[in-house]
């Protein structure tokens, strides 16, 4: 089945402390990006990536790191988390020029105290 | 700079009736325009797309009409039912760059 699948799908962590999300796609997608959801504001793309070792930044990148190692995996971390990241997550990938093949994952929540 | 305004925020129709949901672009570099479905819980599912050669697509009870001059699409659901009941945003995609942009988002809630 194909599928992107992010973890942990709910996380409560506190001001400061390291934390990655982990993003992984079984398609053979090559690009693959990542977006964080706010009550009325929509999705916003925070950093995308059109292949391994290739990432760039969207339009809300501050206090983000993402890295591509591999091509099914696309990690988020958040070296310092603070409260206005509390948001919900969502990554995606497709194949690159092929935008009609795009997946979301199923979101991860995080609230940062 | 909001690039994509999206509208009504909110949509209720009854059952059979259109639902129509409106964006608006600025940024003319975008190639690339996606309606996205999502429930409570729930990623975003895409729904229909359109790239600007064309100005109509049609799939299903679902139709985008694109205004190229005007930096204006639509989404048109025909005979809406309950179970289309959800939030819609479209989006506008520079393919190019890999850099997308979405709209606020509306909710449609469909009564029996």
């Known amino acids: 089945e194909a599928q992107v699948t992010q973890n942990p799908r709910y996380l409560i962590t506190v001001t400061g402390k390291k934390l990655t999300v982990t993003c992984s796609q079984n398609m053979n997608h090559e690009y693959m990006s990542w977006y964080r959801q706010d009550p009325g504001l929509g999705l916003r793309q925070i950093y995308y990536?059109?292949?391994?070792?290739?990432?760039d930044k969207g339009d809300v990148p501050e206090g983000y790191k993402v890295s591509r190692k591999e091509k099914r995996n696309f990690p988020l971390i958040l070296e310092s988390p603070s409260p206005n990241q509390t948001s919900l997550y969502f990554c995606a990938s497709s194949l690159w020029g092929r935008e009609e093949t795009q997946y979301f994952g199923p979101g991860t929540r995080l609230l940062v105290l | 700079q909001q690039q994509v305004k999206q509208s009504p925020q909110s949509l209720i129709v009854q059952k059979g009736g259109i639902s129509i949901i409106n964006c608006a672009y600025e940024n003319t570099a975008f190639d690339y325009f996606p309606w996205y479905q999502q429930f409570p819980g729930k990623g975003p599912a895409l729904l229909i797309a359109?790239?600007?050669?064309?100005s109509e697509k049609k799939e299903g009870r679902f139709t985008i009409s694109f205004n190229k001059s005007a930096k204006q699409f639509s989404l048109h659901i025909m005979d809406s039912q309950p179970g289309d009941s959800a939030t819609y945003f479209c989006?506008?995609?520079?393919?190019?760059?890999?850099?997308?942009?979405f709209g606020d988002g509306t909710t449609l809630t469909v009564k029996p």
């Open positions: 359109i790239r600007p050669d064309v």
């Open positions: 990536s059109m292949n391994v070792e290739v990432t």
């Open positions: 989006a506008g995609y520079n393919t190019n760059a890999g850099k997308s942009t």
